[in-house]
């Protein structure tokens, strides 16, 4: 007798079926657990945004309870920013910001919290040209007293130049 009984192409299919539905679970999980993260990054991003700008203004931020909306990466999100005292320190905010999606109910809340200082007004902030070799040790925008690297040189005057 040749070919399979019946028994064993049912027992073959249904290890067949199995393992879709194990895959196919996994893909779907895989694509919600993306989809979470993309929307933790935006949802990071805005509350940065927003402690960021509270950080440029200048002096010591007021206490209280702000709002806003912003739009990232074509979606509408909503923050609220609560400003108070930080426990035992004068010239310090703690300042909690909520960010959600706006419009869907139970939306995921990110809550991120910051501490501001007063800034200082006209702060000396150094320019940063953006390449990378400046960030390295011994670069352009280097620290003084930071390692010079080999075929660079320090000048107190202009800073490190590379040997020609």
Do not use: C, H, Y
């Not at 990466?73 to 999606?101: F, K």
């Not at 800034?119 to 400046?134: E, F, I, K």
């Amino acid at each position: 007798m040749k070919g399979f009984t019946l028994i064993e192409a049912l027992v073959a299919t249904l290890i067949v079926a199995l393992a879709l539905v194990t895959v196919s679970t996994r893909v779907s999980l895989a694509a919600k657990v993306a989809k979470r993260t993309q929307e933790q990054t935006f949802q990071r991003w805005v509350a940065m945004n927003a402690i960021t700008e509270l950080r440029l203004k200048p002096g010591l931020p007021d206490t209280g309870r702000s709002d806003g909306d912003e739009e990232m990466a074509g979606q509408n999100w909503r923050w609220t920013m609560d400003i108070s005292n930080a426990p035992g320190i004068e010239d310090l905010r703690r300042v909690e910001v909520e960010v959600t999606r706006e419009g869907i109910e139970n939306a995921t809340v990110l809550k991120m919290v910051a501490l501001v200082g007063e800034t200082t007004a006209g702060a000396n902030l150094r320019p940063w040209s953006g390449w990378p070799d400046t960030a390295q040790p011994g670069g352009q925008n280097a620290l003084p007293g930071a390692p010079v690297l080999p075929g660079q040189r320090q000048d107190p005057r202009r800073g490190l130049e590379r040997d020609r």
